[in-house]
């Protein structure tokens, strides 16, 4: 166990360094980006001295290492700042955005891996046969539908003629679980499809490699049956590529939904970014891409201690 | 006979099947007083008088804050919190009459202070109401008493009343003014009930109301910036109006669909390939109208619109009754052209730049333009660049060739008379002529010069004038009184019911 803990903080203080170099990186990209917010926010007809009073009330004269530790400072002590633009905390901003896209993230990944890792294993099981090049064909085409196309196929077939779902937008939690459910079940559909088509691709040629190892043979010979091998053997060695491509999948559509959340009005977390840097909402971006950067440290974490449970020969110093 | 026959008994069955689903709607929507609105852009924050985003006033005008003057449907200033005014003869003093038994949504009275407070707070010296030059005019704010105010004028100012009109003028409260971004706090017959961030906006009748109440009793406003989605939510009837819709290329298919009502209107939106008449070669007054003469404004309608707009031939809209079209002035004329290229000593045109904001209009647009100007000679490389950018390196830096925008204030033909616009553009007669506007009230003299205006910037060419931007306004045809027009940023639905 010991070494299992040294395991933990290794992969900890990385996470840590990880954060320190990427909210620098962030800031000074950030700043060095023209465009200026106070005058983004008045417009072409305001004066001057309006702008500049603007510029004086969100701070934006004093100069940039102050600005960076003051930042940095008050972000450390949880506190985010107020959103120029929305003039809300940033930290009310980034809760509600988080309460649509991770719940949207994780039924797209649920409904990902429910599709991929049976497919996978069939596929595996029928290796070279005609249901699993009928599988491999059919995963290709799920790669090369654009997802944002499949949404609005989704949206005409259920929203615009069937009417059974609504085209989009999100009505928020209070309004109940239904019909907030109901609101990111096209979009996690959107999402999960391509995901699948990935995830059952790894699943099988995964599978397939470890199917040729020779302990597989070994438990054959010993006179296990093929379903035996394939869920008690194979599977299980199986996963540590599988895992990887999960974890790389969620931090994916934690924030790279931007396309399906234009395609279904979704107030998501890419959107947010998006609106915040055309408006040059700069304390905005800069903490929201903060707790992505926190967010995916810590999905690589749980996956490296996924890894772990799976393979224990991954527990320890190397 | 046989055919009659079945023609009568069909015709029947018709008639039937017609009434009973007439029934069936004016069941459904006898009491509709719901209404979801749907817009492109979310507002930043609520406070029109700390922001210059159009989102906001279309939410909030008339609405939630009203003025002391407000912009009718038509233009036209109507009394608002200021029931009644009279103006002195130097017009240089309006006294106020202020409309009674008025309360802000926070129960607060509405008296002389509130008026007194919101100018005097628009026009400080720290404020950031980004139209202050609404207020440059005003001297003095006096309270007479609780209903009455006095406004005395540094000069006598034509648009005074209608400057009282903009959503950067209205009335706010002396006790609520400070969270109005967050919370609107106004007059209207509207409240502000919540806003679900990224999504939606949701108002309120107001009970109290002191003028005539609205028909609506509940209005939610989405914001939906995805052309595809609009057109999909639209259909599948999530929304039910969407006064700015955003993809010209779809109105076709809802003209098509007896379920819809499409309304094209005229915006402010003056839409412009703007020249930096700073730097060679467009100080070259030749070049200008070279470059006036080589674009083909309906070939930009057509490719850039999908056809929805007006050609215009100055700075002016053409919904106004001042305005005159002057499009006959600069036709497109590509020889034309040439040779004025050829006598400004530029026989094989020049290269240039061309930069283009991310609207689907400019670089549609742009693309077209440019394709224009080669055409008679002149090279221009088109440089995308974002808003930011835009507001940064031309609007305040001046540093362009070429750029094409619409100006969307009302009102704004002043633009031209300043002296350190990004036009670069400088004629002290039509600066004359702009003070000489602003200093009349009497409307057929204002027309007259209105007009005398329009003639110079067609012959100076210091920007080259494309089209009058459109407002698609696509709507349940069951639904009346939105507006056509957006003669001033206002979703109004002061008028708006459901109708059988």
């Known amino acids: 166990m010991p070494l299992m803990s040294f395991y933990i903080l290794k992969r900890l203080a990385i996470g840590l360094a990880t954060l320190l170099v990427a909210s620098i990186v962030v800031f000074t990209v950030l700043e060095i980006l023209p465009g200026d917010p106070a005058r983004l926010m008045l417009g072409l007809g305001a004066s001057e001295d309006a702008v500049a009073a603007l510029r004086d009330q969100m701070g934006l004269n004093q100069p940039l290492i102050m600005r960076y530790l003051s930042w940095a400072g008050h972000l450390l002590m949880g506190d985010f700042g107020r959103s120029y633009t929305y003039a809300v905390p940033v930290k009310e901003l980034i809760a509600e955005r988080i309460a649509v896209s991770f719940p949207l993230a994780s039924m797209a990944l649920l409904l990902s891996t429910a599709i991929a890792i049976p497919v996978g294993l069939f596929a595996a099981a029928r290796r070279g046969r005609t249901a699993d090049l009928g599988i491999m064909s059919v995963t290709q085409l799920g790669l090369a539908i654009p997802n944002f196309w499949f949404a609005l196929l989704l949206v005409y077939v259920f929203a615009v003629s069937l009417r059974l779902l609504p085209a989009g937008g999100f009505p928020g939690w209070s309004a109940g679980i239904g019909p907030a459910l109901k609101a990111l079940l096209l979009p996690a559909i959107a999402l999960a499809l391509p995901q699948a088509a990935i995830l059952s691709r790894v699943t099988r040629s995964a599978l397939i490699e470890t199917l040729s190892e020779d302990y597989i043979r070994t438990a054959r010979a010993k006179g296990l049956s093929r379903a035996a091998v394939l869920f008690h053997h194979a599977l299980r060695n199986a996963m540590i590529p599988v895992l990887t491509i999960l974890g790389l999948q969620f931090s994916f559509l934690l924030a790279g939904t931007i396309i399906i959340e234009n395609v279904f009005y979704l107030p998501g977390l890419g959107r947010l970014i998006f609106q915040a840097i055309t408006q040059r909402d700069l304390i905005v971006v800069e903490s929201v891409i903060m707790v992505l950067v926190a967010a995916i440290i810590l999905i690589n974490l749980i996956v490296d201690l996924a890894y772990a449970l799976v393979d224990p020969r991954l527990d320890g110093p190397r | ?500």
């Open chain 2, 1 to 500: 006979m046989i055919f009659r026959t079945l023609g009568t008994s069909a015709r029947k069955y018709a008639l039937f099947a017609l009434t009973a689903l007439l029934l069936s709607a004016m069941n459904a929507f006898a009491a509709r007083s719901d209404l979801t609105l749907a817009m492109v852009l979310e507002p930043p924050h609520l406070d029109p008088t700390a922001g210059a985003a159009a989102a906001i006033d279309e939410i909030v005008y008339a609405n939630i804050f009203e003025g002391l003057t407000r912009i009718g449907p038509d233009g036209a200033v109507k009394p608002a919190l200021a029931a009644s005014w009279e103006v002195s003869a130097d017009e240089k003093t309006y006294v106020f009459h202020l409309q009674q038994g008025v309360r802000f949504h926070d129960g607060a009275a509405f008296d002389a202070d509130d008026v007194k407070f919101s100018l005097d707070r628009a026009r400080a010296p720290e404020s950031t109401n980004a139209q202050k030059g609404l207020f440059t005019a005003i001297d003095e704010v006096e309270v007479m008493d609780p209903s009455t105010v006095r406004v005395s004028l540094k000069y006598p100012s034509g648009d005074f009343l209608y400057n009282m009109g903009w959503g950067d003028a209205v009335i706010v409260g002396r006790t609520s003014a400070a969270g109005n971004k967050e919370k609107p706090i106004g007059t209207g017959p509207f409240k502000f009930q919540n806003w679900a961030k990224g999504s939606q906006i949701v108002l309120a009748g107001n009970p109290d109301y002191w003028g005539e109440k609205p028909a609506l009793d509940r209005a939610t406003f989405r914001f939906i910036p995805d052309p595809a989605a609009a057109t999909a939510a639209l259909l599948a009837g999530d929304v039910q109006a969407f006064p700015s819709f955003p993809a010209p290329e779809a109105v076709p298919q809802f003209q098509a669909d007896p379920r819809f009502e499409v309304v094209i209107g005229t915006t402010e939106g003056e839409t412009i390939l703007a020249e930096n008449n700073a730097r060679p070669p467009f100080d070259n007054p030749k070049v200008r109208e070279a470059i006036a003469h080589a674009i083909d404004r309906k070939a930009v309608i057509d490719g850039a619109m999908f056809g929805f707009g007006t050609p215009i031939g100055s700075f002016f809209p053409p919904h106004h009754p001042a305005y005159v079209d002057l499009t006959g002035e600069r036709k497109y004329d590509p020889e034309l052209a040439r040779k004025l290229l050829t006598e400004a000593g530029y026989p094989k045109g020049f290269r240039t730049t061309l930069k283009l904001p991310p609207p689907t209009y400019a670089r549609r647009g742009g693309e077209i333009v440019a394709a224009q100007l080669r055409a008679v000679g002149i090279e221009a490389d088109i440089i995308p660049v974002e808003w930011a950018q835009w507001l940064d390196q031309v609007f305040k830096g001046k540093d362009y060739d070429l750029t094409i925008v619409a100006h969307t204030e009302p009102n704004d033909l002043n633009i031209f008379a300043r002296d350190d616009y990004y036009f670069n553009y400088r004629n002290p007669a039509f600066k004359a002529l702009i003070a000489q506007i602003e200093a009349t009230s009497d409307d057929a003299k204002r027309k007259a010069l209105y007009q005398r205006a329009q003639g110079i910037l067609s012959d100076d060419a210091p920007v080259a004038f494309l089209l009058q931007f459109p407002k698609l306004g696509i709507w349940d045809a069951k639904l009346q009184g939105l507006w056509k027009n957006y003669p001033i940023q206002a979703n109004d639905l002061t008028a708006v019911k459901w109708t059988d």
